[in-house]
């Protein structure tokens, strides 16, 4: 133990040789933060205070919207350093800080996704009940509980990762403290790490996972019910915005984390991490905000 040297900084090396390139990356990478900023803040602004986006789903792309901003302002600025200067520092605590953040993010967005899956799935499948069901106190109860079980779950996977030892490696092959580079680090036994992540993938990950996929099957036998091709066409354009961004979301994480990573390089692995830190919540509001005439009226009304 005498030849360890405890680790208090971490150093990510980004995207290295980079070169001619490195200038006009970082400007596209600064240029679609700014933008995911200034859309998901008008988004949350504008179900704030517009009453004709008082409905559920908005409600709920309202939280999504939050998520993802959270999540951009967390990763994106150390992306931003590692593209400048090849690589950036981090302290150890830092590192957590932005892991538990990160983890955060991701888990309430799997449980948003769920909850607005039930919200179309009973929109198409039950309308005749739907606003008694989907009322502004079970919203707030769905959006409160996708918080609680965010915040619950995210702690146990952090804290085995702040408890391990690191101790003469602190270079990270990533842009951001993402939870398996990290633990690489650790000069400690990660066994019970690597579990208890798994135990908590089948709770956040899996099962929402599986409801929405439960939910979209319920939704597509009943459209298919609907004799008029307008009618169907109607009930798909109601949910189809959710299902791309349930497409992008599980797409990319089921690609970094599922899919075996022993064929992938590490720079697949940063690119691939790139569409769910920096490109999703880039296009979500984007995704639904063009979808939605409720939306584009609002914005008219405010600016005229």
Same mark, same amino acid.
């Given at each position: ?6 680790? $208090? ?68 600025? $150390? ?15 830092g590192c957590i800080v932005q892991l538990y953040f990160f983890a955060v993010t991701e888990s309430l967005q799997c449980f948003l996704l769920t909850v607005m899956s039930y919200d179309r799935y009973l929109a198409i499948c039950n309308p005749l009940s739907y606003s008694s069901l989907m009322n502004h ?22 804290? $085995? ?33 690597q579990i208890l992540v798994m135990a908590t993938t089948t709770p956040v990950v899996l099962i929402p996972f599986m409801l929405i996929i439960g939910s979209y099957i319920c939704i597509a036998h009943e459209i298919l019910k609907i004799v008029s091709s307008i009618g169907r066409q109607k009930a798909f ?68």
């Amino acid at each position: 133990m005498n030849n360890h040297s405890m680790v $208090t900084e971490i150093f990510l090396l980004g995207f290295q040789h980079l070169d001619n390139f490195k200038i006009l990356i970082f400007s596209l990478i600064l240029l679609i933060h700014i933008l995911t900023v200034y859309e998901n803040a008008l988004v949350i602004a504008l179900v704030t205070v517009s009453r004709g986006l008082q409905s559920p789903m908005f409600f709920f792309l309202q939280q999504l919207s939050f998520s993802d901003l959270l999540l951009s302002v967390v990763i994106v600025p $150390t992306l931003l350093s590692t593209v400048m200067n090849e690589g950036a520092k981090i302290s150890l605590i830092g590192c957590i800080v932005q892991l538990y953040f990160f983890a955060v993010t991701e888990s309430l967005q799997c449980f948003l996704l769920t909850v607005m899956s039930y919200d179309r799935y009973l929109a198409i499948c039950n309308p005749l009940s739907y606003s008694s069901l989907m009322n502004h106190t079970f919203c707030f109860q769905l959006i409160a509980i996708s918080w609680l079980l965010a915040l619950s779950f995210t702690p146990v996977t952090v804290i $085995t990762a702040a408890t391990q030892e690191f101790c003469n490696q602190n270079t990270i092959n990533h842009f951001f403290c993402d939870y398996f580079p990290l633990l690489e680090l650790s000069c400690s036994d990660t066994s019970l790490a690597q579990i208890l992540v798994m135990a908590t993938t089948t709770p956040v990950v899996l099962i929402p996972f599986m409801l929405i996929i439960g939910s979209y099957i319920c939704i597509a036998h009943e459209i298919l019910k609907i004799v008029s091709s307008i009618g169907r066409q109607k009930a798909f354009s109601t949910c189809s915005s959710h299902l791309a961004v349930v497409s992008i979301f599980y797409g990319t994480l089921i690609g970094i984390y599922v899919v075996p990573t022993r064929n992938q390089s590490q720079t697949v692995k940063k690119v691939i991490s790139l569409l769910y830190t920096v490109v999703t919540p880039f296009i979500n509001p984007m995704i639904y905000s063009l979808k939605s005439a409720d939306m584009k009226n609002s914005i008219k009304n405010i600016i005229l």
